[in-house]
Structures are given as C-alpha cells and as structure tokens.
C-alpha cells in the first residue's frame, strides 16, 4: 500500500525558505506514470494546490505562487521535495503531499501533513 | 478565498438523505471533473468521489455525486454519525490554471 510522509521544519522565519520532503513507500516513483504534488491547509481550513511534478520532471504550479515554489523529484532515494522562498505568515498551513494520476487531481493517498509556522 | 462556493454546513437526522451543493463556473466545473474528499478532525483529506461520480474502492455506495452545468453535488443516504466530517469539491479551472477547491461543508448527524 502506498504511504506519503512529509518531513522537515515545523517553524521557518520570515523572509526565508520553507524547504519540506515527502518521501515515498511501498511504490516507485520513477517509471510510474503518476503526478506528485503538494497542497497546504491554512489555519481557516481552506485548501489550496501549490503544485506538482511529473515522474519525468515536468512541472506544474499554482500560478498565484508559482514565483516562490519549486517543487524537484529525487527518484534514487524515492523522494519529492518543495521549496517556497521568501515566506511570510501567510505561509503558515499544514502542508501535504500527494499522489495523482493527473496534474489536476484526483489526489489520492495523501500524506498525513505536517504543520509549518512562520514566525520570528 | 475559494474558487467553488460551498454552503459552510449541513445537516441530517440518522439514516436520512444530506446532500452539499458545490457552486463553480464555466472554466472549472463546466468544463472539468470534479473531485470530493472527506476530511476527519486532525486527519488528511481523503478521496470520496473522482470523475464527477465514480466512487474508489472502499466508499460505500451510500456516498454519491453528480454534475450539471456549472454545479456538483454530494448526497449521503442513511447517514450515520461517522459520516460527521468536513467534505471540499475541487476541479481543474482553466483560466487559472490551477486546481480550485471549494470551501468545505461541515456535516453534522444530528
């Protein structure tokens, strides 16, 4: 059975990068016809798509966010990472990462999440 | 703020018929599959509904969607208190280009 587990800081300063990794069990990343991707869940609940990247390396973001995100596969150690720079509290969310058959959904199995702050 | 427009709560008696409406626009839903998830308290969102109403492996029969035009539904039949959860449409909107997600529903088993 598929599993997704994000990793990385829980708390990030202003201004700088926020930099998280989700890495992949119980299935191959590479040579598997599947989108990876992250979505992010601020405090009120709202959901939002930040992006994602196709096993061969194609990329696809939000583009509200698209200047700050970058989103890489590392197929040798079966991981996906994000970066969204310059952050500001309104970066503040439980981030997920995710599977899908398309770029554009549906997201399924989903990582279990994990919460990011950003303050000073 | 959201993409799709979701009533913020819903509500039915054990065993009776809720049903969440999900409003969008002719560059997402009118165009485009919609998605549903279901989210528990303090857990990931989970896939409840692809391709507008096909159901995964695992989701009972009770969970069903539908579209027309520019607006999705879900309807739950025999409610049952563990389907209290907050439950969110999404769909691909192609002047954004980007997925949208509704704002989510709160659903309460009186």
């Known amino acids: 059975q598929l599993q997704l587990q994000e990793s990385g800081p829980g708390l990030v300063k202003p201004s700088e990068t926020l930099s998280l990794t989700c890495t992949v069990s119980?299935?191959?990343?590479?040579?598997?016809?599947?989108?990876w991707g992250w979505i992010r869940q601020s405090p009120g609940k709202d959901l939002e798509w930040i992006g994602a990247?196709?096993?061969?390396?194609?990329?696809y973001y939000n583009p509200s966010l698209k200047s700050r995100v970058t989103i890489s596969v590392d197929t040798s150690k079966n991981q996906f990472s994000l970066k969204v720079n310059s952050v500001t509290a309104a970066d503040t969310a439980v981030y997920y990462c995710?599977?899908?058959?398309?770029?554009?959904?549906?997201?399924?199995?989903w990582g279990q999440g994990t919460l990011v702050s950003v303050s000073s | 703020q959201s993409g799709l427009t979701q009533p913020p709560s819903a509500s039915g008696t054990p065993g009776q018929r809720a049903s969440i409406s999900c409003s969008g626009s002719s560059s997402n839903i009118g165009s485009n599959y919609v998605y549903w998830y279901q989210q528990f308290p303090g857990t990931a969102p989970k896939l409840l509904i692809y391709?507008?109403?096909q159901r995964p492996s695992g989701v009972p029969d009770r969970f069903s969607g539908s579209k027309s035009g520019t607006s999705a539904s879900l309807a739950i039949s025999g409610l049952r208190s563990e389907d209290e959860a907050d439950y969110y449409c999404a769909v691909w909107d192609d002047s954004l280009s980007s997925v949208v997600f509704g704002g989510g529903s709160k659903l309460t088993v009186l």
């Open positions: 995710t599977r899908s058959d398309y770029h554009s959904g549906p997201f399924d199995p």
């Open positions: 119980g299935g191959s990343i590479s040579g598997s016809s599947y989108h």
């Open positions: 391709r507008n109403n």
């Open positions: 990247i196709y096993y061969s390396g194609t990329t």
